[in-house]
């Protein structure tokens, strides 16, 4: 009738299937927390391929602002010892964050109290790609691979 409206009814689908691409919600969800643009460079092209979601932050503030949006799997700190202590203590805290894995790449004078199973002090200087081995390890990108427990200490040896 005229005046009273339509209704219509679409039946779409719940998700749309997609070939040969990675979705956002398959990719590691990566923060990198370096305040040396060389580092982050680097960081970048490391996880440059498509399993991989990376945002970066060059303070312990940054890395606040940048957990809340991206809700990263994994945090790669590569900041002072004071930045890291503060993110080590605080970033868990904070509601959604529980889960999240912690790899402090720079060499801290002392490990944080807040240290548990979440916590890898590499505690040298190692390659981007070992990097790359140690975040595969902790989360792997292709959950059909096969894990190798062994691959952490290899990369850190």
């Known amino acids: 009738e005229p005046g009273k409206g339509s209704t219509f009814q ?12 990675t979705t ?5 969800q990566v923060l990198v927390a370096t305040a040396d643009p060389l ?21 312990s503030s ?14 790669l700190l590569d900041l002072d ?3 890291i202590a503060e993110v080590l203590h605080r970033l ?6 529980q889960d999240v894995t912690f790899v402090v790449l720079s060499n801290p004078t002392a490990e944080s109290p807040s240290a548990s199973e979440r916590v890898h002090y590499v ?16 989360c792997p ?6 894990e190798t427990p062994d691959r952490l200490t290899e990369a850190v040896a």
């Open 141 to 146: 990108a292709n959950p059909e691979a096969p």
């Open 39 to 59: 580092g982050q460079a680097v960081y970048g092209a490391t996880f440059s391929d498509d399993r991989f979601d990376v945002s970066f932050a060059s303070s």
């Open 81 to 83: 010892d004071e930045s």
């Open 92 to 97: 868990p805290l904070t509601r959604g964050m």
């Open 24 to 28: 956002v919600a398959d990719q590691v």
């Open 62 to 75: 940054g890395v606040f602002m940048r957990a809340r949006r991206a809700r990263p799997e994994i945090v």
């Open 10 to 21: 679409l039946n779409l689908p719940r998700s749309v299937q997609r070939t040969n691409e």
């Open 123 to 138: 505690g040298s200087i190692i390659k981007p790609n070992q990097v790359l081995d140690i975040v595969e390890q902790i």
